[in-house]
């Protein structure tokens, strides 16, 4: 697991994050990846084989990061190719259709797959999509919002087809993993310093007194 983060930890600060995107079959994963990455939305979107892969360069602040973005399949039958995906993952976006109740009510199972397969740091948002279609909707905005603060997940509704929310949902995850790394960084910096600061019981050394040599960092 230590190493696994470190290595998720190094891309990240190197300018790379990988994300998933996962919920059942028809939820709009597909036309969300094209709208963020393209800007790009199909009416005749079809269904994803196993998973497919994107990309796209976001600025936060002055560091350039650059989204990996997989876009798995729903259906039953990928789910062990799918589900391998999820491991080295620092960011996901758990999709359902706010016009289909059964999306929704399968989350939990969702969620626990996730965490079944990659760290219980990954960030996590919960995406109601199909906003546009609000007279259909059949799962309330209180309902998941109350279900994503109960998880500890972020949470938003948004529209592929009119772009409502699309580049936010997948800039605040982006800014979440970010911020989880670099406070990382910083306490491993003070951590260092502290450790080449003191003496061996944890007490500042003295005049005169030398510090341990080849230390490795």
Same mark, same amino acid.
């Given at each position: 697991?230590?190493?696994?983060?470190?290595?998720?930890?190094?891309?990240?600060? #190197?300018? %790379?994050?990988?994300?998933?995107?996962?919920?059942?079959?028809?939820? @709009? /994963?597909?036309?969300?990846?094209?709208?963020?990455?393209?800007?790009?939305?199909? #009416?005749?979107?079809?269904?994803?084989?196993?998973?497919?892969?994107?990309?796209?360069?976001?600025?936060? @602040?002055?560091? *350039?990061?650059?989204?990996?973005?997989?876009?798995?399949?729903?259906?039953?039958?990928?789910?062990?190719?799918?589900?391998?995906?999820?491991?080295?993952?620092?960011? *996901?976006?758990?999709?359902?259709?706010?016009? /289909?109740?059964?999306?929704?009510?399968?989350? &939990?199972?969702?969620?626990?797959?996730?965490?079944? #397969?990659?760290?219980?740091?990954?960030?996590?948002?919960? =995406?109601?999509? +199909?906003?546009?279609? %609000?007279?259909?909707?059949?799962?309330?905005?209180?309902?998941?919002?109350?279900?994503? &603060?109960?998880?500890?997940?972020?949470?938003? $509704?948004? %529209?592929?087809?009119?772009?409502?929310?699309? $580049?936010? *949902?997948?800039?605040?995850?982006? +800014? $979440?993993?970010?911020? +989880?790394?670099? /406070?990382?960084?910083?306490?491993?910096?003070?951590?260092?310093? =502290?450790?080449?600061?003191? @003496?061996?019981? @944890?007490?500042?050394?003295?005049?005169? $007194?030398?510090? *341990?040599?080849?230390?490795?960092?």
């Amino acid at each position: 697991m230590g190493s696994q983060r470190v290595g998720r930890n190094w891309a990240c600060m #190197h300018g %790379s994050a990988r994300m998933v995107l996962i919920g059942e079959s028809g939820v @709009g /994963k597909t036309n969300l990846l094209s709208r963020f990455t393209r800007n790009e939305f199909s #009416h005749d979107s079809r269904t994803t084989i196993g998973v497919e892969f994107s990309t796209r360069t976001v600025m936060l @602040g002055t560091a *350039a990061i650059k989204a990996q973005i997989w876009d798995t399949a729903g259906l039953e039958r990928y789910r062990a190719i799918t589900s391998a995906y999820y491991r080295g993952a620092v960011g *996901a976006l758990l999709v359902f259709d706010l016009t /289909k109740h059964q999306t929704y009510a399968v989350v &939990e199972r969702w969620l626990k797959e996730l965490y079944d #397969h990659a760290e219980a740091t990954i960030v996590v948002m919960l =995406v109601g999509n +199909k906003s546009d279609l %609000s007279q259909s909707r059949e799962v309330p905005t209180e309902e998941a919002r109350m279900f994503a &603060e109960n998880n500890g997940l972020l949470f938003l $509704e948004t %529209s592929a087809l009119d772009s409502t929310n699309v $580049e936010l *949902a997948f800039e605040t995850v982006l +800014k $979440e993993i970010f911020a +989880k790394v670099s /406070k990382q960084k910083q306490n491993n910096t003070r951590t260092n310093a =502290v450790t080449l600061g003191s @003496g061996p019981a @944890g007490q500042e050394l003295g005049p005169g $007194e030398k510090r *341990a040599c080849c230390i490795s960092l």
